[in-house]
């Protein structure tokens, strides 16, 4: 019996040194997180699961209600670490809470809804930035309202391969004697989501967009490379940049760069 009381005793004081150091830890990470610097994104957590990652979503969403710039830095922190695609959906949608206010109300402001966490999502996976994949689909799908974007799903302009389900349609052409109207084959999505993932995956594998990728972390300087590549037109990169800067969408590059809230100026 006395042998069993000791075993007892041990078995309760290990139970009570677990449950003191997961306390503690837990405690720790909502202290880091509370006094995250501004300046960079979130540290990565010593140990990461399911209900760790919930509960620091759940501080930073709390921290974003009073102190919007830093629970949008937290925010985006956990999104850049969180192997969890779910935590990973949810920190998105409250990155955009945070953004929506931002911008005119309309089609304009459902059309950025509708795609932002997906664009998200594509940027953490490729590395790109979000702010130039956003204002893409922006500039070439019209704000979703072109055809190809509205009835085929094209939100980026992405021509079609030989073996890939397509639409012929019109589209202007820059070339050196001026600007020409010519019919293209391009691609069909069944969804938008689709349509990011797949021009996500063009930009990050293409070997024509190399020199823009390793600019990833200058949205400028990758907007340089990347302009000139992908579309016919000289203004296409001013026109990126003057949705960029308009509707303040490079402020989730810090996802990519490690800096957050980039400057627009």
Not at 7 to 12: F, V
Not at 14 to 23: H, Q, R, V
């Amino acid at each position: 019996m006395e042998h069993l009381n000791l075993l007892a005793r041990l078995l309760l004081s290990f139970a009570l040194i677990f449950f003191t150091a997961e306390l503690s830890g837990r405690l720790g990470e909502r202290l880091a997180l509370s006094t995250t610097d501004s300046s960079h994104v979130t540290p990565r957590p010593l140990i990461q699961s399911r209900r760790n990652m919930m509960d620091r979503l759940a501080v930073a969403r709390s921290l974003g209600q009073s102190d919007p710039l830093r629970g949008e830095t937290a925010l985006m922190g956990v999104f850049q670490i969180a192997r969890d695609p779910q935590v990973r959906d949810q920190a998105a949608i409250y990155l955009l809470e945070l953004a929506v206010n931002d911008w005119p109300s309309g089609y304009r402001r459902d059309f950025l809804t509708s795609i932002v966490p997906a664009a998200l999502e594509s940027a953490r996976s490729h590395r790109l930035p979000p702010s130039v994949i956003v204002a893409q689909a922006v500039l070439e799908s019209g704000w979703g309202r072109s055809t190809l974007a509205s009835q085929h799903h094209n939100l980026f302009g992405v021509k079609a391969g030989p073996t890939q389900t397509a639409a012929s349609l019109p589209t202007l052409e820059a070339t050196a004697h001026g600007v020409k109207i010519i019919r293209a084959s391009f691609r069909t999505f069944s969804t938008k989501l689709e349509s990011i993932q797949a021009h996500g995956a063009l930009i990050a594998k293409d070997d024509r967009y190399l020199a823009a990728r390793e600019h990833s972390g200058n949205w400028r300087q990758f907007l340089v490379e990347l302009a000139p590549i992908y579309a016919s037109d000289p203004a296409y990169a001013g026109q990126i940049t003057l949705l960029i800067n308009r509707y303040g969408l490079d402020r989730w590059d810090g996802m990519v760069t490690g800096n957050t809230h980039s400057t627009t100026s």
